[in-house]
């Protein structure tokens, strides 16, 4: 359900087209000609230009050799792997971005180039602080996370362009950037191109919003944010937030991992200029008290998109074999382009553990915290009918001072919205999960039309699950 030019870019997708950086040539050159470098600096050389990093994996692991068994995800390794001469020769061959990419593009590519590495430096930090068994491994995955977004910089394509114009001035949320700008999502081109370039599996699985809940994968999209926050001056409002999970996956108070955060910016801060960066200011000790939750900011209300929604719903109803995977993907994406909600949910039902967790997410790509979603039914409050029978509601003006008391105080807290669209999800007359959905802005609101467009297209969801119980159509089982 992709639209045209975005597969087009992926189907002639090649790491090539992406230049190395002349500070990052020079330097290796330095180091590969001295006998005496460690290992460890040849590695961390390869780690300051993402580009060399992606183009040093890949060709490791396109080798076979005795001694290893397994995909390689340490740059070092990597690095040892191929040997001195044919990283000298990989660097030596390599595109230029100050040579191929013109001046505005060759501007942004290396930002994001720098951002990608501070990413890794504070992914490695907190990896290390958190005992990990392989740091680098986190901190290589932190170094790829937007792949997509340097992907089409170095592709020359121009919505990339509009899309940094909206992030770094209007200071919208990223998901809703891409919507206008580009009309798919960042993560799933740096994805689907993880997967066709054979990266390793922490990479990859580092791109996919629904892992949040794993504590490998979270230290990964903590430590990019953190990094996007500090190249932005520090004013998002996803930060406080964003600092909060970042300290309770650590253990730590907020002022013990400020100064760390600070920490590993003084150590970039000696880079910074290799990447047309200003050194970055450190982090407020007081930044958890600002008001940054962007009440005041600028938001984007998407448009509903008809086409896409009637893509979605032909999509449903089609009688080809469909998957339960698939099926709750076009549903969430025909929410979420069809009707122009900013987030949309499918949190799926343990009956035996009587709890809801979050598995299939649209437009929460950027906020953690919401990925990781987990609600145990007996304190749920409103949504404790779903395991009585089919229940729907829409959270508005007219019944909001009844029910808002209703909704479990985690929904509140995490959604920071008062009013939403929820439907439960039911197949073979059992629940199998909740569909949440809003517009996260109190001034996008939402109306009857999304509503009625919101419950026909999970009913249509269901009705394609049930068709997947039929003898010979698909997995039937516990999960439809």
């Not at 180091?31 to 005496?36: C, P, S, V």
């Not at 890794?120 to 996370?145: C, I, K, M």
């Not at 940094?164 to 993560?187: F, I, Q, T």
């Not at 995977?325 to 343990?350: M, Q, S, T």
């Amino acid at each position: 359900m992709q639209t045209t030019w975005w597969t087009t870019a992926m189907a002639e997708a090649r790491p090539e087209e992406m230049p190395i950086l002349a500070h990052t040539r020079q330097e290796l050159a330095g180091l590969l000609a001295d006998e005496r470098a460690p290992r460890r600096w040849i590695g961390l050389a390869v780690m300051s230009d993402p580009a060399l990093a992606l183009r040093v994996l890949q060709r490791a692991n396109a080798v076979k050799h005795r001694h290893f068994r397994v995909e390689l995800s340490s740059l070092e390794d990597a690095a040892q792997m191929l040997g001195t001469q044919t990283l000298a020769r990989m660097a030596g061959e390599a595109d230029l971005a100050e040579d191929v990419l013109p001046p505005e593009r060759l501007a942004a590519y290396r930002r994001g180039s720098g951002r990608a590495l501070l990413g890794a430096l504070l992914a490695l930090d907190w990896a290390e602080l958190d005992r990990d068994r392989f740091p680098t491994e986190v901190s290589l995955a932190a170094l790829l996370n937007n792949l997509g977004e340097l992907f089409l910089l170095a592709h020359g394509d121009a919505r990339i362009k509009r899309y940094l114009e909206l992030v770094d001035s209007a200071r919208v949320y990223p998901n809703e950037a891409e919507y206008v700008a580009l009309g798919e999502s960042l993560e799933d081109l740096g994805l689907g191109l993880a997967t066709q370039w054979g990266l390793p599996e922490m990479v990859r699985e580092s791109m996919r919003t629904r892992n949040a809940r794993h504590t490998r994968t979270l230290c990964v999209m903590l430590a990019t944010q953190v990094a996007s926050h500090a190249c932005s001056g520090w004013r998002h409002p996803s930060q406080p937030a964003d600092l909060r999970l970042a300290a309770r996956l650590l253990d730590l108070d907020i002022s013990t991992l400020v100064d760390r955060i600070n920490g590993v910016l003084g150590e970039f801060n000696r880079r910074a200029l290799d990447y047309g960066l200003s050194p970055l200011a450190a982090l407020s000790g007081e930044t958890e008290g600002e008001d940054l939750d962007g009440s005041r900011l600028p938001r984007f209300c998407l448009a509903p998109r008809q086409d896409d929604y009637q893509v979605a719903s032909l999509a449903l109803q089609s009688e080809r074999t469909l998957d339960r995977e698939v099926v709750i993907k076009i549903l969430l994406r025909g929410l979420h382009r069809g009707l122009g909600l900013n987030r949309v949910v499918f949190a799926a039902y343990d009956p035996e553990a009587g709890v809801l967790t979050a598995e299939h997410l649209v437009g929460t790509d950027f906020e953690p915290g919401f990925n990781r979603f987990r609600l145990a039914l007996d304190q749920s409050g409103l949504f404790g009918r779903l395991r009585e029978a089919p229940f729907e509601l829409w959270l508005n003006d007219e019944n909001r001072a009844e029910l808002l008391a209703r909704v479990p105080s985690p929904v509140k807290d995490l959604t920071g919205v008062d009013g939403f669209f929820a439907r439960s999800l039911w197949v073979g007359g059992h629940p199998i999960g909740l569909v949440y959905a809003d517009r996260r802005a109190a001034n996008c609101a939402l109306d009857a039309r999304g509503y009625q467009g919101f419950l026909r297209l999970i009913a249509e969801a269901e009705s394609a699950l049930e068709t997947l119980r039929q003898p010979g159509r698909g997995s039937t089982g516990d999960r439809p």
